[in-house]
């Protein structure tokens, strides 16, 4: 029942948006010829209606519009929504001109997305407003087996799109009666990834018998699960749980993909690139192009491009590190290809060669893998597809997000890839590229931050209380 009433939302959500983008376009041409439009301008519209309205329906689908968008920022919302008014616009326009629809106006179309991008983005305001009155602003408790994990998760809520959560406070995994306490004051409970299984199971079922919301931090072992199938051994249930990797038809049409794509690319961004190699040349001395080793599919090593955008030498002293927000060593043009991803273009070379793809986790230096493999042992499935130039972790998470956060969009892409979801990821790219603040680098713990959010959360205090029961 719960499922039907789902599809039935999600259609009349369709509906509404294929509704007014073509109200829009109504408006366009009787703003453009003062409510005497002439048939022969019309009749391309009306050819075009089914078209435009399914360009609707795929560009709202291909960013994620009819995906569960609670508790998610109204800005994402917003640069969304832009972007695929945006795609369609491009599609009308395409098929006015091999359909030589010329009598279409162009200013009409200009003139239809402008509206569109304010009358959908009202309407997806309006709606985003109900789901944060319905579901914002509750209760959230923190439970972790360290003071460190629940202020690590008190700054995720607190970075989340405001008027979501409430931090309630924090409370080590041990202190069960006081846990029962605070039940009846909180809405939501957010275990800590740190919390060991039995203590995750006692307390999940505790929150059902008081009928609260838990949040999780999935373990790797049931991202792994993920689509698992269900069989039966004699009267035994057990779940068939297969190694993350492709299977061969789909890798076939990955690798044609990302021939005829990465080729495509090439080609369109020649100008840029050659504009790109020219200012890093004359801003700072050095070669324009930078090659350094990554581990891909199965471990191999190889070559990747990038432009520079860094000084010559920048790790002579220091050996391998991660890029920091405000690293010194980043060139100015640097600093801009970094936050608009332009570095990255010269991989497109990387895709033809084979050595990866445009979709996939991101491959990383042998130095880092190995330290990252002897801290978490799960490391080693991100290695069993090529690597990407961009991929679920980009698009969702933040570039100084943890590694091993970033490990469950890597797997949790693996376990649950299709082509569709390759081309989701490749358009959202376009609105990671936009929000310039999701590419800052690692930013590093401040102690004085740290006390500052216990002091005002009362960490210190209920950790004392809760040490005392």
Known sequence: MRGNTLKLRLFLLAMLDAGLLNACYVIAFLSRFSFDVPLRNVKPYLALFPWISLFCLIAFYMFDLYSDWKRKSLHHLLYTIFLSVLLVMVLTMSMTYMGKGFSFPRSVILFATFLQFFVLGFSRYLIWQLARKKHGSKKVLIVGDSLDSGVSLAEKCMNHSKGWFIIHGFLPAHSRRLLHKKMAEVDVVLLGPDLNREDKAEIISLCIKHEKEVLAVPEMVEL????????????LLVLSIQPPRFVPRKLLVKRCFDLLVSGFLILLLAPV?????????????????????????????????????????????????????KDPRITPIGRFMRSTRLDEIPQLFNVLKGEMSLVGPRPERP???QQFQESIPDYAYRLSVKPGITGLAQILANYSTKVEDKLRFDILYVKTYSFVLDIKILLQ?????????????????????KKKLLRLFGYYDMANTANNE
């Not at 190889?302 to 220091?318: N, Q």
């Not at 609105?431 to 004085?448: K, S």
């Open 224 to 235: 792994l699960a993920i689509e698992s199938e269900l069989q039966q051994i004699d009267d």
């Open 367 to 369: 130095f880092f893998i």
């Open 429 to 449: 790219t376009i609105r990671v590229v936009l929000q310039r603040e999701q590419a800052a680098g690692v930013a590093y713990e401040n102690d004085e931050n």
């Open 273 to 325: 690139m050659l504009l790109l190699y020219v200012l890093i040349k004359l801003s700072s001395p050095g070669p324009a192009i930078f090659k350094q080793e990554r581990l891909g599919e199965g471990g191999r090593s190889y070559l990747i491009y990038k432009f520079r955008s860094m000084v010559v030498d920048a790790e002579k002293s220091t050996g391998p590190v991660l890029a920091a927000a």
